[in-house]
């Protein structure tokens, strides 16, 4: 059974720096794994979508790595924002999208 | 394409009450799934159709749950009767096959059960 963890699950940082979210899974055959974004009170929104034959993928000042045979992946976020503060959410999708339980995280000025 | 679409955005019921959630995917996506999401555990898979027909519903808690998707354009979870402890937020989303094509996701239903 797939189960899918996310360190930390909750940081506050100043805004400017730099942050990695982690994400682990614990079957390695998957199709791809999935970031995204929840607000609160508000839905889902994806941020980036790594195949599972791809490395990485970037958007703009966020950068997702995948290492399938580890069960590893990370989201980078360059230079945060206030605007960044959610929840991030990695999901993992093989004969079903099993989401972790998510990182809350908290940029002040 | 308006994306996902649920209905309605909240909805306070009382205990015993049938409740009714509904769902239009994007067009031409054949996957559809319903996840629950609570504080304690997170988003669940409750059930996914392909091509209109229920594939996995090994996570619909109880009978008191159900889901139909009579065509590609629309499906709806039921809950009958209600129980406080069903107060959740309810999401659905659409796929266009699985297997690297990634999902999208509606607003969610606020369900409160009182």
């Known amino acids: 059974k797939q189960e899918v963890t996310q360190i930390p699950a909750a940081l506050s940082v100043p805004e400017g720096e730099n942050l990695v979210l982690n994400c682990s899974f614990t079957?390695?055959?998957?199709?791809?794994l999935q970031w995204f974004r929840q607000d609160p009170g508000k839905g889902l929104t994806s941020l980036l979508l790594?195949?599972?034959?791809?490395r990485e993928q970037t958007s703009g000042r966020l950068n997702a790595s995948l290492d399938k045979s580890s069960g590893r992946s990370t989201l980078y976020i360059a230079a945060s924002q206030p605007g960044d503060s959610a929840t991030y959410l990695c999901?993992?999708?093989?004969?079903?999208?099993?989401f972790g339980t998510g990182t809350r995280l908290q940029v002040f000025p | 394409d308006a994306g996902v679409i649920q209905s309605p955005r909240h909805e306070v019921t009382e205990m015993g009450q049938e409740v009714t959630l509904r769902c239009k995917p994007i067009?031409?996506?054949?996957?559809l799934f319903w996840y629950r999401q609570t504080m304690m555990r997170g988003l669940e898979l409750l059930i996914y159709?392909?091509?209109?027909?229920?594939?996995?519903d090994s996570g619909m808690p109880e009978d008191r749950f159900s889901a139909k998707m009579p065509n590609a354009s629309f499906s709806t979870l039921k809950i009958q009767p209600s129980e406080p402890r069903d107060s959740a937020v309810y999401f659905c989303?659409?796929?266009?096959?699985?297997?690297?094509?990634?999902?999208?996701f509606g607003s969610g239903t606020r369900l409160t059960v009182v």
């Open positions: 999901a993992v999708e093989g004969d079903k999208l099993i």
């Open positions: 079957d390695s055959a998957i199709y791809n």
């Open positions: 159709f392909n091509n209109n027909v229920p594939i996995d």
């Open positions: 067009s031409g996506h054949d996957y």
């Open positions: 790594i195949q599972s034959s791809q």
């Open positions: 989303a659409s796929s266009s096959h699985t297997g690297g094509y990634g999902y999208t």
